[in-house]
């Protein structure tokens, strides 16, 4: 029998037990999946980062702790946690965010604001441009990002992407490095953020990045929050260098009622809803790596703690 502690918020509890308790069956593992368990019975902990354990000392046999969210920079810096760290690769979470980038970019590049609030009798004939006239840029090429990357491309889009580790792509200018960022923000129209949050990504977008992009232009950010300077992008917005900031994330959550982004009109807000990991499709890659742990294969998507993604 193999242990499983389900330490996420006990209202997940419902979502993830049926979902998990099936993919675990379907791979054959006898699994006892609880929500309790003395420390040292554990094997696995299917995990949350917003869940009571933040200490791992006692979970003395665990062999692996399985992430429920793709980021993982809350629990990284946690020195207790040394067993393996897998994060959460789900193909339907991929899907959600392709689907959330690609509404958020077409939304600015059709100009869909116009007419969605300007039902006021005149007749505005703006004809947007195509999209292999518009320049998008993602920084981070990783699941989600080269996903999303991709599906914009794919409409047609000139797609420039960013990452740590130079790349090379059929329909995607691929850049790396300090002068590979410079070059990519000077060609967003859009730019998308699909960075994780690390120390070499917090506030990548400051000042002196938002005055490369193009006067006006977009930022749409489902990363995380601190990867932008706040009051930098505030004053951007103020002058007009950026257009339009469509925000997911945010160094506080829920964003405080005070926060001038609420009020700002050319912020739109939406409360870290981009994508969401699905229970059944990551239930199947938990089941996945349980069942490669207890084979001795090697663990997917394992985090490296000292790149911190
Ligand atoms: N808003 C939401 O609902 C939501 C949902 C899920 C995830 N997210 C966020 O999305 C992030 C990305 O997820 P993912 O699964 O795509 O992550 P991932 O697969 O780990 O990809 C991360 C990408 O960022 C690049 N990167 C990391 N550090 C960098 C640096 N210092 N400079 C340049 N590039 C760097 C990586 O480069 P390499 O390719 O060279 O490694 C990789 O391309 C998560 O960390 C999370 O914060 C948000």
Not at 178 to 196: N, R, T
Not at 197 to 208: F, K, S, Y
Request: charged residues 20%; contains cysteine; hydrophobic residues 40%.
């Amino acid at each position: 029998m193999i242990n499983i502690l389900f330490a996420a918020k006990a209202e997940r509890w419902p979502t993830y037990e049926a979902p998990l308790k099936q993919a675990f069956a379907d791979l054959g593992l006898e699994v006892d999946l609880r929500q309790e368990f003395s420390p040292e019975e554990v094997d696995y902990i299917v995990y949350a980062p917003n869940s009571d354990v933040q200490d791992f000392t006692p979970y003395t046999r665990c062999k692996a702790v399985l992430n429920l969210w793709a980021g993982v920079e809350a629990i990284t810096g946690n020195d207790t946690l040394t067993q393996p760290l897998a994060r959460m690769v789900d193909s339907g979470l991929t899907e959600g965010m392709i689907e959330w980038v690609v509404g958020h970019v077409l939304r600015h590049h059709l100009g869909m604001d116009l007419h969605i609030r300007g039902q006021d009798g005149e007749w505005r004939s703006h004809v947007p441009p195509l999209a292999r006239e518009r320049r998008v840029t993602v920084l981070g090429l990783g699941e989600l990002g080269m996903a999303a990357a991709e599906a914009l491309a794919g409409l047609g889009f000139p797609v420039t992407g960013w990452s740590r580790r130079k790349k090379t792509l059929d329909k995607i200018t691929a850049l790396s490095g300090d002068e590979g960022l410079k070059q990519a923000l000077e060609q967003a129209d859009i730019l998308v953020l699909l960075l994780p949050l690390t120390p070499g990504t917090e506030n990548v977008i400051d000042t002196e990045a938002l005055a490369l992009m193009p006067q006006g232009a977009v930022i749409i950010n489902p990363g995380r929050g601190p990867l932008i300077d706040d009051d930098a992008l505030l004053a951007a917005l103020d002058t007009g260098q950026i257009g339009h900031a469509t925000l997911d994330v945010f160094r506080i959550e829920p964003l405080p009622r005070d926060h001038p982004f609420w009020a700002h009109p050319n912020v739109t807000v939406t409360p870290h809803i981009a994508s969401e990991t699905r229970p059944i499709t990551s239930s199947q890659v938990i089941a996945e790596n349980v069942r490669r742990g207890e084979t001795g294969e090697p663990f997917l998507y394992l985090v490296d703690r000292g790149a911190g993604y």
